[in-house]
């Protein structure tokens, strides 16, 4: 989708390394959210963000940090990546208004060897 | 706990049939609810929401409907094509926050 993009679009780290993930939108909503998606298990909420510098949990949070520091941008770190952390991670935006969707990034296929 | 659930968890037509996607979801207090596509090795593209105050609502070949007292979605598909082949996901909202997803149908619509 054109208002928001994700990247990188693939990654291949070793175990332990930091990574970051951006997720940059043009559309000014409030909300972003980080999932990951994977066979078994589906889409899992990891971090999402109510506005700059506001940040909560989701589902799976361990191993990973966010940060918004301006309304368009929203990264994903993993401090120190591990084998577990293999998976797609895509980015969501939305508006806090009722009638308004999730609108989902490409995604960023990360692998951990 | 807020839960999604899809079934069939997969699905094989041939070309032309008419077809239906089950969703349901437990606790009727839902912001909303969308059906997503998904192709292999793609992202998610939004194809229908639906409010909470409304019953359906239609694009092109696919209609879906709402029925929040019995906690269940259908997306029918019509005239169904090669090219519908993807794996079909339903997510219900119950906050700014809370977003749940079905683990989705896949559905492969044979020539």
């Known amino acids: 989708d054109a208002g928001i993009t994700q990247s990188p679009r693939h990654k291949v780290t070793e175990t332990g390394t930091p990574v970051t993930l951006r997720c940059h939108q043009t559309?000014?909503?409030?909300?972003m959210y980080w999932y990951r998606q994977d066979p078994g298990h589906g889409l899992r909420l990891i971090h999402y963000?109510?506005?700059?510098?506001?940040?909560d949990k989701g589902e799976v949070s361990d191993g990973y940090s966010v940060s918004r520091s301006k309304t368009e941008d929203f990264l994903l770190t993993l401090e120190s990546a591990t084998s577990s952390q293999t998976s797609v991670y895509f980015c969501?935006?939305?508006?806090?208004?009722?009638?308004?969707?999730?609108?989902f990034g490409s995604g960023t296929r990360l692998t951990v060897v | 706990k807020q839960e999604v659930t899809q079934i069939p968890a997969a699905l094989s037509v041939p070309e032309g049939e008419n077809l239906v996607l089950n969703c349901s979801f437990t606790?009727?207090?839902?912001?909303?609810l969308q059906w997503f596509r998904q192709d292999p090795g793609k992202g998610l593209t939004s194809l229908l929401l639906?409010?909470?105050?409304?019953r359906e609502q239609t694009s092109g070949r696919l209609n879906a409907s709402l029925d929040k007292s019995s906690g269940r979605s259908t997306l029918y598909i019509a005239a169904s094509q090669p090219g519908d082949s993807a794996t079909y996901l339903c997510?219900?909202?119950?906050?700014?926050?809370?977003?749940?997803f079905g683990a989705g149908t896949r559905l492969t619509v044979k020539p």
């Open positions: 969501a935006i939305s508006d806090d208004r009722a009638n308004y969707g999730y609108t």
């Open positions: 559309e000014n909503h409030r909300y």
């Open positions: 963000s109510y506005g700059v510098k506001d940040t």
């Open positions: 606790d009727s207090a839902i912001y909303n």
């Open positions: 639906i409010q909470s105050s409304q």
């Open positions: 997510a219900v909202r119950w906050g700014n926050n809370d977003m749940r």
